[in-house]
Each structure stands twice: as C-alpha cells, then as structure tokens.
T-cell receptor
C-alpha cells in the first residue's frame, strides 16, 4: 500500500518570503500522480498543483512550484512571495495511475503567513 | 463556477443515533468519493463510486456505515448507530472520471456526544 509522509506539522513565515513544504511517499508503482491540496480555515480543499510521475519537468503554477525527485520519492512544494491568503493546511497526496485511482493523503502541514 | 454541494454543514448527534449526509457532485462527474477527515489528519477514503457502482469501499466500516448513489448523480452516506469515534469532517469529492482531478465540497462536520 502507498503511504505519504509530511514531516513538518507546522510552519510559519513572514509575508513575501519563500517557503518549502516537504513530502515523501512510498510506492512500488512506476506510473502515478502527485498532488498538493490546500485547505484554508473553514473552507473547502482546493488543488494547488499536480505532477505526473512520467514527466521529468517540475510542475509550476504561478507562485507555486514543485521539486519532484522520483528516485528519492520526494515531492516538495515551494511557495514564492508568500501572501496572507496562503495561510492554510497543505496536504500532499498520491494517486496510482491504474486501478481504483484513489487519493492517499499525508498528515498535512499547517502553514501560517505572518504580516 | 460549479461546486460540489454538501449538506448539512454541521451535525450534532448523540451516540447510537442515526445520521445521514448528502452530496451533490459537479454536473457530469462520473466519479464520486466520500472521505473522512479526523481533526489534524489528512482525509481517508471511505467509498468511491463510478456512476452508481461502488469501486472501492475497503475502508468503509460496513457494520455501521452505508453509502448509495442510486441514479449515479447525488449520494448519501449514512451512519447507524453513531459512535463517539465517528466525530470528524466528512468530505465529498467528485471528478470527471477516474484519474481526473478531484473537486471537494465544504464538508459536513459531525460531532457525536
């Protein structure tokens, strides 16, 4: 079974700083997807960024980028020029490319952006 | 913008009572998911539907939990009887098909007293 580990329960940075959230996963599969989801306080979870394992190029979405290291099974999220609205729980998630294709989530990192 | 609708937003019940949660996915989405999220943890999949069929319910406590998606559109998750350990956020998500991006509803926060 796949597992996802987020080793940083909480992080806090100043507005405009850059912050990196860590994620490692364990799988024997070769073809899969990785995600970062954001869950703001009392609001619904939304997708931040998605990475296909077969792509070597790291995904980027505006201020959000990932560092995908397939051999190391590492998938970190970098937030540049952090904003107050980035304050949220961030979840790393894994999905197999075959079978039921369900999301397996990590424990989450609570990120606080301070003014 | 289309959203996944869930109701109620909050539910307080007593131990041994029955509770039900409702989810209306984004129109046209074939795959529907129910997750349970215990406070401070990541969501865990309870059941996954493809249209009206169950694809995965391996983590659903079938002695007390049931889920249905009769017409392949909206879905109901039921707990009977509720136990103290069932207190959690219950999230519904939908996707166009298996393997596509999942969109989440706001969730139902259940408190069992």
């Amino acid at each position: 079974a796949q597992t996802v580990t987020q080793s940083q329960p909480e992080m806090s940075v100043q507005e405009a700083e850059t912050v990196t959230l860590s994620c490692t996963y364990d799988t024997s599969e070769n073809n899969y997807y990785l995600f970062w989801y954001k869950q703001p306080p009392s609001r619904q979870m939304i997708l931040v960024i998605r990475q296909e394992a077969y792509k070597q190029q790291n995904a980027t979405e505006n201020r959000f980028s990932v560092n995908f290291q397939k051999a190391a099974k590492s998938f970190s999220l970098k937030i540049s020029d952090s904003q107050l609205g980035d304050t949220a729980m961030y979840f790393c998630a894994f999905m197999n490319a075959r079978g039921a294709q369900k999301l397996v989530f990590g424990q989450g990192t609570r990120l606080t952006i301070n003014p | 913008e289309a959203e996944v609708a869930q109701s109620p937003r909050y539910k307080i019940t007593e131990k041994s009572q029955a509770v039900a949660f409702w989810c209306d996915p984004i129109s046209g989405h074939a795959t529907l998911y129910w997750y349970r999220q215990i406070l401070g943890q990541g969501p865990e999949l309870l059941v996954q539907f493809q249209d009206e069929s169950v694809v995965d319910d391996s983590q659903l406590p079938k002695d007390r939990f049931s889920a249905e998606r009769l017409k392949g559109v909206d879905s109901t998750l039921k707990i009977q009887p509720a136990e103290l350990g069932d207190s959690a956020m219950y999230l519904c998500a939908s996707s166009l098909d298996r393997g596509y991006i999942q969109y989440f509803g706001a969730g139902t926060r259940l408190s069992v007293l």
